[in-house]
């Protein structure tokens, strides 16, 4: 039996952190297990439903990676296909119409609560003719003795009676066929054996089960995965901040490493932290899984994150950041080599924004400074600016080990501390800004712009002295 796993989100906003781990779950055991991986959109809400959420949930799943092997199919496109399924239900007498009001359905759903009941269906329409020509909808005749058992893969054995489910709506007054039963007929028809989902939906799956047999088809194995919590301990939402796949990415997180964060929410390998996506895919299991809820810890993220950026390829950093630069005002295009610039600062940045941040003195001039510093480093510090800026101005090859050279005679010569000359010459050309070697920050800002800002930071000086 060749595994097969979904994912199948309904376009009525972006793709969100659950629905992605959602799929990188369903993705990683259908890798693992040498299956499939299907993408499905569930657009039958045909109101709330648009093309740009259809984008955004593609250029999600392609950002992270997650390629699929068939589809993407679209539930709109498979209409004629639900209403055979209902018409061969209503024909062997296991659905049938149902024409009560808006009204009586309130009516009785408050009966029920204030007699401290479940609001369920109690089945009035039954046993009535309704005609196919008056308003109604489409109601399953759920079975009404026995129990509803499955093993979850997540949770373990699971069992509901019967009698806790009404018969539900399986096409509404406007034709439209609702999600339960949907989700069971592409589920069929599309030959998958695992439903790895949200734990949002397991309140459905006994009575898809039922639809499942009542059909005579296999039921798939189910997985639930526990839900998202935000630092609050409430369900993660918008509210929360960045749950938009795509936010992270123009947050400056590099996909793999969002990826590896989003497997550890909920799943585990012993002790181990980061993950590549071979090893997810070797290592993963959905026995693994976590029951409880995990929650979100964006401060982990980050320290995440800023590993894989240690790590990647300086070239590969280097088009990234240059957006985020562009972002900034900033124009890398000319002046020192932007993947050299990022090699010597991502050790100082948890993310490609703040990378970008800290490396704009490289190729623009500034006029602030960081005050904090510029209080004990500007102190007195005229002299030995002016000492090494001279011995910088005459230098013919304009490198790292001269440069250093330039620093370590002014040091020498003025009979002073390393950090009476090297203190203000840093401010002077970074402005504060978190910076590698001072010879080699040097080097990659340039001789013309460094002597020009040893000049300002004189005249700072000077203007603001007391």
């Given amino acids: 039996m060749t595994v097969k796993t979904r994912f199948a989100p309904s376009p009525t906003g972006y793709l969100h952190v659950g629905g992605a781990r959602t799929a990188l779950f369903s993705w990683l055991y259908a890798r693992r297990q040498g299956g499939q991986f299907v993408l499905r959109i569930e657009d039958t809400d045909l109101e709330r439903s648009t093309q740009e959420s259809v984008d955004a949930i593609f250029q ?6 997650l390629a699929h092997d068939e589809g993407p199919f679209y539930q709109t496109d498979r209409f004629d296909r639900y209403n055979a399924v209902i018409d061969e239900l209503m024909a062997r007498g296991l659905a049938y119409r149902c024409g009560c009001s808006r009204q009586r359905l309130d009516d009785l759903r408050e009966g029920q609560m204030a007699a401290k009941q479940k609001p369920r269906y109690d089945g009035y329409c ?9 308003q109604h909808v489409i109601r399953f005749r759920n079975p009404q003795e026995g129990d509803v058992a499955f093993d979850d893969l997540v949770r373990g054995k699971i069992v509901v009676s019967n009698t806790e489910l009404d018969d539900l709506i399986i096409r509404r007054s406007d034709g439209a066929p609702t999600y339960n039963l949907t989700v069971v007929v592409d589920d069929h028809d599309m030959g998958m054996t695992h439903v ?3 734990d949002d939906h397991i309140n459905n799956t006994p009575r898809q089960i ?4 009542a059909m005579g088809w296999d039921v798939p194995k189910f997985a639930h995965l526990p839900m998202i919590l935000g630092d609050d301990g409430a369900r993660l939402s918008k509210r929360h901040g960045a749950v938009s796949v795509m936010q992270y990415r123009e947050a400056g997180y590099l996909p793999e490493a969002l990826l590896n964060y989003l497997v550890r929410l909920g799943w585990s390998h012993g002790d181990q932290e ?3 996506i071979e090893q997810m895919i070797e290592l993963f299991d959905l026995k693994a899984v976590n029951k409880s809820p995990s929650t979100f810890n964006t401060e982990k993220l980050n320290w995440i994150n800023a590993q894989y950026i240690k790590d990647a390829d300086p070239q590969r950093l280097a088009e990234l950041v240059k957006g985020h630069l562009a972002d900034l005002g900033v124009d890398a295009s000319v002046g020192a080599d932007l993947a050299t610039v990022v090699e010597a600062q991502r050790e100082r940045a948890s993310t490609l924004v703040e990378l970008a941040e800290i490396s704009t003195f490289y ?5 602030v400074y960081d ?3 510029t209080k004990k480093a500007f102190k007195g510090a005229i002299e030995p600016l002016r000492h090494v800026q001279a011995k910088l101005a005459a230098l013919d090859v304009w490198a790292s080990a001269p440069i250093k050279q330039c620093v370590a005679d002014s040091v020498d010569e003025l009979e002073v501390g390393f950090g009476k000359v090297a203190m203000p010459l840093r ?4 402005g504060g800004a978190p910076s590698p070697d001072l010879d080699l920050t040097l080097q990659l800002v340039g001789k013309q712009a460094t002597l020009r800002r040893i000049d300002q930071a004189i005249t700072h000086i000077e203007e603001n002295a007391s």
């Fill in 274 to 276: 980061l993950f590549t």
């Fill in 60 to 65: 999600g799943m392609e950002w992270l990676g």
């Fill in 427 to 430: 401010i002077s050309v970074t």
């Fill in 126 to 134: 039954l046993n009535t003719e309704v005609s196919a020509e008056e």
């Fill in 196 to 198: 790895i989902r949200g």
């Fill in 371 to 373: 005050a904090k510093k």
């Fill in 210 to 213: 039922n639809l499942y047999q």
């Fill in 363 to 367: 190729y623009q001039d500034f006029d």
